[in-house]
């Protein structure tokens, strides 16, 4: 009888392991796919692509046990060879191979290159031809880095005591309202692709105090604009036992600073392919959302057409001015309108025509919504019913209220919208992995 104990070491090294000690002079073997081939006559460069970078390999005729004719771009290989140290190499160093075994190869030729540093070709036709051009090591650099940002979200939090939880993405209405929602049927009943994680992840406020979540939403609207999908990533938390609802912006800060270091130290080598000039976050300017108006407005001669929200134009001229004023890519704005806010939004005591909610703006776009919640059932009740709203269709969220929740409140941040406006790319398709807009439902 055999049995199954735990993880191999396999035979076949990292780049990581060779990277950081000294090989040099010693035989090793390693995995990855056929990136280019150079072929110089006795001599030729088959780059390996791997998942943690590039390695050069040296095929020499006489030397290697192999007939290079017979290999494709693109095939998977397992390489023997000798480590030799070459400064202008990936990493300092080269493999001089002396046998290569070939695991598969494709049935066609690629119908794109791939292999140029960056990818000379149209936004649609990388979308069309995703599942290859993501093999392009500056493609697949962007998603590195948002890979530590979500790692960086998830390690600070539960530094911070959260707990990450899981929550339905079916459900039998909205927590945003309005009619841009996927409808389903569901076994002959009503149901909804969630908008928001928001009325779940309060109720694990009333279970655990603070929770996160990074999970799909999922928004109807018939756009075609170049920073919204129908389907995008929501890093999402909650936090009970707030004084003021700028704790919440407090504990975002961290997270991007944390975040923001994490990427430096471990996210260099993506960082640096991609020209990517970390922000400051150790102060994020603060405003409220009437005031902003009136500063751009003034300053760069903007008549303010409509009181109750921030068109696009008015959040790129907020940017501009807090970069030119405070040196921030960075900007909270404040005590959005109640009239544009969710019903859940608890209004300001000194002021019930302003919430206390706010929005980051990173370079002159949302990328955050937050704000603190209504905790008292009657008010929550009460504020339905202002708005036409009937509670007792959503009677079992407001259970929470009705047998006790702390003051709480929260936010979500637009994964891929954070990502773009960090590697300063135009469109938001370009920092999502497989867009689903009007259009696209495919790859």
């Not at 073997?29 to 006795?42: A, K, L, N, P, W």
């Not at 290697?64 to 095939?75: A, G, I, P, R, V």
């Not at 001089?96 to 149209?122: F, H, M």
Request: glycine fraction near 6%; hydrophobic fraction near 35%; charged fraction near 30%.
């Amino acid at each position: 009888m055999e049995f199954i104990k735990g993880v191999k070491q396999k035979e076949t090294m990292e780049l990581s392991e060779v990277s950081s000690k000294d090989y040099a002079g010693k035989t090793i073997r390693m995995e990855g796919t056929v990136h280019t081939i150079r072929d110089m006559g006795e001599v030729a460069f088959v780059i390996l692509r791997r998942a943690d970078g590039l390695v050069q390999c040296v095929f020499e005729e006489g030397k290697t046990d192999f007939d290079l004719s017979l290999l494709k771009e693109e095939s998977a290989i397992r390489v023997t060879g000798v480590v030799s140290a070459e400064e202008r190499a990936p990493h300092g160093f080269e493999l001089r191979l002396t046998a290569i075994e070939v695991l598969s190869q494709p049935a066609e030729v690629l119908p794109i290159a791939i292999s140029k540093w960056k990818l000379k070709t149209s936004l649609e036709t990388k979308l069309a031809l995703r599942p290859i051009t993501l093999r392009n090591p500056m493609e697949r650099a962007k998603f590195r880095i948002q890979e530590g940002i979500v790692r960086g979200f998830r390690d600070f939090l539960h530094l911070q005591k959260f707990t990450e939880i899981r929550t339905p993405k079916i459900v039998a209405r909205g927590a945003e309202g309005g009619s841009n929602v996927f409808k389903l049927d569901y076994f002959n009943k009503k149901a909804e692709l969630g908008q928001s994680p928001q009325f779940y992840k309060q109720t694990m406020v009333g279970v655990y105090d603070r929770v996160f979540e990074v999970a799909p939403v999922f928004r109807a609207e018939k756009h075609n604009t170049t920073r919204h999908i129908n389907e995008y990533t929501s890093m999402d938390f909650e936090m009970g036992y707030i004084d003021s609802f700028v704790e919440i912006m407090e504990m975002e800060t961290g997270m991007l600073q944390y975040t923001f270091d994490l990427l430096l130290k471990e996210y260099a080598p993506e960082l640096k392919m991609l020209k990517v000039q970390l922000p400051d976050v150790s102060n994020i300017p603060m405003v409220r959302f009437d005031q902003a108006k009136e500063l751009v407005s003034e300053k760069y001669n903007r008549k303010i057409r409509n009181p109750y929200d921030l068109e696009p134009e008015e959040e790129v001229l907020i940017g501009r001015y807090f970069k030119e004023e405070c040196g921030s890519d960075f900007v909270f704005v404040t005590h959005y309108p109640s009239k544009k806010r969710p019903f859940y939004a608890m209004d300001d005591p000194a002021d019930e025509r302003f919430t206390l909610s706010f929005d980051l703006l990173f370079k002159g776009l949302e990328i955050t919504t937050g704000g603190q919640r209504i905790h008292d059932y009657d008010t929550i009740v009460k504020k339905m019913e202002s708005r036409g709203m009937n509670p007792e269709d959503i009677s079992t969220y407001l259970m929470i209220f009705r047998y006790g929740m702390p003051p709480h409140g929260g936010l979500g941040i637009g994964l891929e919208r954070l990502t773009m406006r960090l590697l300063d790319e135009a469109n938001i398709r370009e920092t999502t992995l497989f867009p689903r807009d009007v259009t696209r439902l495919e790859p």
